[in-house]
């Protein structure tokens, strides 16, 4: 109802996911801090649209990765080997019993993953959406969802298993 008070409380339950997820997919901190800015102002402008208060959280989702997908159209950021090791955030304590160079070879391992695999594969492990939430989200059929997610962590398997015989 346009209380300003109340959406901040709820954007700030998700405030955390929304910039991890932000962060994966555009991979600079800075980047992903404007996609997240982005969203929520549109979210904020547009909120008497949301049907269902119960859609929060995956209609705030659906809005980043829509501003993701464009502020990354529109940059044709390319990610380097030299962006992601320079980048310190992207190695955060979030997996406190990895160390950092598993999750840099992570990070790695899912940036190569073609731009709408990652996307998948963010918003399940990361942000947590079933795979029926994720192609609402995206327009897809949870079928296709599914076997997306399934055909891409097991190519990060293979590719981290790779890296893990290398050494």
């Not at 192609?135 to 599914?146: D, H, K």
């Given at each position: 109802?346009g ?5 901040a409380?709820?954007?700030a339950?998700?405030a ?12 600079n ?15 904020f ?22 501003v993701?997908?464009k502020?990354l ?5 390319i990610?380097t080997?030299e962006?992601?090791q320079?980048n ?9 019993g990895l ?19 990652r996307?998948?594969?963010l ?6 959406y079933?795979?029926?939430?994720i ?12 076997s ?5 962590l ?14």
């Open positions: 109802n209380d300003s008070g109340a959406f409380a709820l954007y339950q998700y955390e996911q929304l910039y991890r997820f932000a962060l994966y997919y555009m991979r901190p800075a980047d992903a801090e404007d996609a997240v800015q982005d969203a929520v102002l549109q979210a402008r547009s909120v008497s649209s949301l049907r269902k208060e119960d859609s929060f959280r995956s209609w705030l989702f659906k809005i980043l990765c829509n993701c997908k502020k159209t529109e940059n044709k950021n990610i080997d962006s992601v320079d310190p955030d992207l190695c955060n304590q979030e997996s406190p160390d950092h160079a598993v999750r840099l070879t992570v990070r790695e391992a899912v940036a190569a993953l073609p731009p709408e695999d996307q998948i594969v918003l399940s492990v990361v942000a947590g079933t795979s029926a939430e192609a609402a989200m995206l327009g897809l059929n949870a079928a296709t969802v599914r997306t997610k399934s055909r891409s097991a190519r990060l398997r293979t590719m981290l298993s790779e890296e893990c015989k290398n050494g």
